[in-house]
């Protein structure tokens, strides 16, 4: 065994050994892999089609497309059979919110290159014989997609890994991980290995390789069942006649899967009441044990699918499988660096291991080696959790998550389970108002208020729901009256000492506010010139500035702070994201508002735009700040958080007389989208320089170096493939983009769309997209799909709405 190497990786089958592949193909063979068993060690799983629907995003559905390239390739690379049986992956649907759901996935698939064909019954009939159609209005199909081998895949993966130098350590535990002056050391029952990086792949073993390193990974296995039947007769006869082996089939609607077994079926059920497993961890001695089955858990799925498939019910059970499946509260794997610690790396929570596996290999190599990913990870970050994912939350929401795999997962979509966890303190105040809630990184946040004698509940849809309304309402308050928002979930931190502004100054694009009280809207790129952070940065004091960033992404935006952080204490950091509280007045009356609720002078010549001052909200003190999110005269008002319910009621009793009325945040979103206000993951991303998200005022590339700068030039000098526009969409009726759209010219892909609303102010259905460079022009005629229908869309000016910013000025 060495002594030394550049990367460890612990733990082995598919997940892990993609990521030693990637690694020694992209150069660094001195790379090994730990793994406590043998690579592939008596598995009992599958893979059930490779392109899941990837719950519309656009960066895990990039994932998937590698993966299946790669595996197709490996073969020849190798001369290893991967075992991928190309018979193609059918998706049926019973209602028209199921189409919906097929038709924005499509749409998204189109963007990323992923070919989908939509089915009539009779064609599905045509494809699988033994299906009955009745009920069904249609399906997709991917004709490139199947099923594959993991054993063998990760042979092949191996087989590729070591013949560009990579080791592999079988039979061997790790005992031990301890981070040293000069990297870590990994300790193991063989021997001990020193290395500048760890990527951790330990599968349902997550939580104690984490426990090593003083992480709290946010993965807990669930139970999954599936059942093997014995051959049928029909299937037989179709081999011997050499007929193709029929598709994977998903019936969404029943939650399972189907395909071929050895001449038999195979049914892989999702139930509802399946039970996390190994919650405190597995004995050492497991590996790939199963469970006793329980077969009163699927009796639903089995009754469903002798209906859908007759002949799944005419031969008997050869086999049923209970094991254990890595989950993450939301389904998706968790990939990339940990948080608060420097070369650790996180590759667990593979729910459908080998269906990202090869992505994240690969992305973890690029991140490992060249310091950034290529493609946003986002949707699969590890700091996209933060603290508040207890064991007792994972255990609540993976089951929810394994329950929901093949549910219709609409873009309002928000889940029960670990609910509500973080509250503001107004909460109750806002609950009793009308307000029906949403979660953001364990945050209740209000997402709409329900009228007077309405039921306070949600109404998920792709189309226009039964909030529409409400939200217009919202809307059209802010712009006639006043609104009060809630947005404590906002990260918030404080940056100060000697060093503060050096700092800050080399951690943004933009230049940092000079006076004391001003504010500026700074944005943190990456290395490679792409946009990781958004932050508004308020300076306090000559050495102390107030950050504030979105609430979703506030472990990953604080973690990137101390990354670059000196480490001389010249520079000090506190989180106040959960000792203050945020409230946003806006609306042309907010001006007459705060003069009653507070003795300071709101006046335009003493209080300007992007300017923030201490101020009193009757007895409570506040630091108010003249921005907001949606593009109207207002304020944010940061406090002490215990005092946000005396704030709360202070503003809605002094605001009966201006109209006061409370509003959430997908009013906020239609408001922004009117502004083409960007976000951080939708319009900013690590793949799109600022130019070309349009932030070419928030960039001085002639202030001094900054991180991404010099990348950034390169990048300038090379020419940008992508231009931020903003577009009013016609002919709409009853949908709106939702994203993820792809827009067309001339036939031709050449673009997507990032957000898209209705706006009630300008009363137009407005999306903001990437297209092509040449064609952003005002005025230019595109097309864009809106769940399967293609609608006219025109470039307009950016900020539709009050474009010279009057209103905001005011």
Not at 49 to 70: T, W
Not at 742 to 747: L, R, S, T, V
């Amino acid at each position: 065994m060495k002594s030394k190497s550049k990367v460890v990786v612990v733990g082995g089958g598919v997940v892990g050994v993609s990521v030693l592949y990637h690694l020694a193909k992209k150069g660094w063979s001195d790379v090994v892999l730990v793994e406590r068993k043998e690579l592939t060690s008596g598995s009992t799983w599958h893979a059930a089609g490779l392109l899941p629907l990837f719950n519309m995003s656009y960066s895990v559905g990039q994932l998937h497309r590698y993966a299946v390239q790669l595996y197709k390739s490996l073969e020849k690379e190798t001369g290893k059979n991967v075992g991928f049986s190309v018979v193609s992956n059918i998706r049926l649907a019973q209602s028209q919110d199921r189409m919906d759901e097929y038709h924005q996935y499509a749409g998204v698939a189109k963007t990323i290159g992923v070919d989908v064909k939509f089915l009539k019954p009779e064609q599905v009939k045509e494809i699988w014989p033994l299906i009955n159609i009745e009920g069904l209005i249609g399906a997709i199909q991917h004709p490139e997609d199947g099923y594959i081998q993991p054993a063998d895949l990760t042979q092949a993966l191996a087989t590729g890994a070591r013949n560009y130098g990579a080791e592999i350590y079988r039979n061997t535990t790790v005992t031990s991980i301890k981070q040293t002056k000069n990297g870590w050391v990994v300790n193991t029952d063989k021997g001990d290995i020193e290395c500048e990086h760890v990527v951790s792949c330990s599968g349902n073993f997550a939580r104690q390789t984490g426990r090593m390193v003083g992480l709290d990974i946010p993965v807990i296995p669930v139970e999954h069942q599936y059942i093997v039947t014995e051959p049928h007769p029909e299937i037989q006869k179709r081999r011997k006649e050499g007929k193709p082996e029929m598709g994977v089939l998903r019936d969404s609607d029943n939650s399972w899967y189907m395909r071929e077994e050895a001449g038999g079926l195979l049914l892989g059920p999702y139930e509802k009441g399946a039970p996390c497993c190994y919650v405190d961890g597995p004995s050492k001695d497991s590996e790939y044990e199963l469970f006793q089955e329980d077969l009163d858990r699927l009796a639903p799925h089995i009754e469903g699918a002798i209906k859908r498939v007759p002949a799944f019910g005419e031969v008997g059970v050869k086999k049923v499988y209970n094991g254990a499946i890595a989950y993450s509260p939301d389904g998706n794997p968790i990939v990339g660096p940990a948080w608060g610690l420097k070369n650790f790396w996180i590759n667990e929570g593979h729910s459908f291991g080998i269906t990202a596996a090869g992505g994240a290999g690969w992305q973890l190599a690029e991140w490992i080696i060249d310091g950034e990913p290529t493609i946003d990870m986002l949707g699969v970050e590890p700091r996209r959790y933060g603290s508040y994912a207890t064991k007792s939350y994972l255990k609540a929401k993976n089951e929810e998550a394994y329950a929901n795999v093949f549910t219709i997962h609409y873009p309002d979509e928000e889940r029960e389970a670990g609910r509500p966890l973080r509250q503001a303190p107004c909460y109750d105040r806002l609950k009793k108002l009308g307000a029906v809630f949403g979660a953001k990184f364990g945050w209740e946040r209000a997402n709409f208020f329900a009228k007077e004698g309405e039921k306070q509940e949600d109404d998920w849809s792709f189309r226009r729901s039964n909030w529409f309304k409400n939200v217009e309402n919202e809307c059209k308050n802010v712009k006639e009256n006043v609104g009060l928002l809630d947005m404590t979930a906002f990260g918030k931190c404080r940056i100060k000492g000697p060093g503060a502004e050096e700092f800050l100054d080399k951690l943004v694009a933009n230049k940092l506010p000079k006076k004391i009280g001003r504010i500026n809207l700074c944005h943190a790129l990456n290395t490679k010139g792409g946009v990781h952070s958004e932050f508004t940065i308020m300076r306090e004091a000559e050495n102390s500035f107030y950050l504030v960033s979105a609430g979703a992404f506030q472990r990953l935006d604080h973690d990137w702070i101390h990354k670059w952080m000196p480490k001389d204490g010249t520079v000090q950091y506190e989180n106040l994201t959960n000792s203050m509280g945020v409230l946003v007045v806006s609306g042309p009356k907010a001006r007459q508002l705060m003069q009653k609720v507070s003795r300071s002078d709101f006046s335009n010549d003493r209080f300007k735009w992007l300017s923030a001052q201490n101020i009193n909200i009757g007895l409570a003190p506040c630091s108010a700040m003249r921005v907001n999110f949606v593009g109207e005269l207002g304020w944010e008002l940061h406090h002490p958080i215990e005092y946000q319910n005396h704030i709360f009621d202070q503003l809605m009793e002094a605001g009966k007389e201006f109209g006061l009325k409370p509003y959430g945040i997908r009013a906020m979103n239609s408001l922004r989208v009117e502004k083409s206000y960007k976000l951080v993951g939708t319009e900013l991303s690590i793949e799109y320089s600022p130019y070309e998200s349009g932030l070419d005022r928030f960039v001085h590339p002639n202030k001094g170096d900054f991180i991404g700068r010099a990348a950034l030039d390169k990048w300038r000098a090379k020419g940008f493939s992508n231009k931020l526009v903003t577009m009013e969409i016609h002919g709409v009726t009853d949908a709106d983009v939702l994203g993820n759209n792809p827009i067309y010219d001339n036939g031709s892909v050449v673009g997507r769309a990032t957000s898209g609303d209705f706006g009630f102010r300008l009363n137009k259905s407005i999306a903001l997209g990437m297209v092509k460079p040449e064609l952003a022009k005002v005025g230019q005629k595109l097309k864009i799909d809106i769940l399967g229908k293609m609608h006219e869309a025109s470039i307009v000016e950016e900020s539709p709405y009050d474009s010279e910013n009057k209103l905001l000025r005011a």
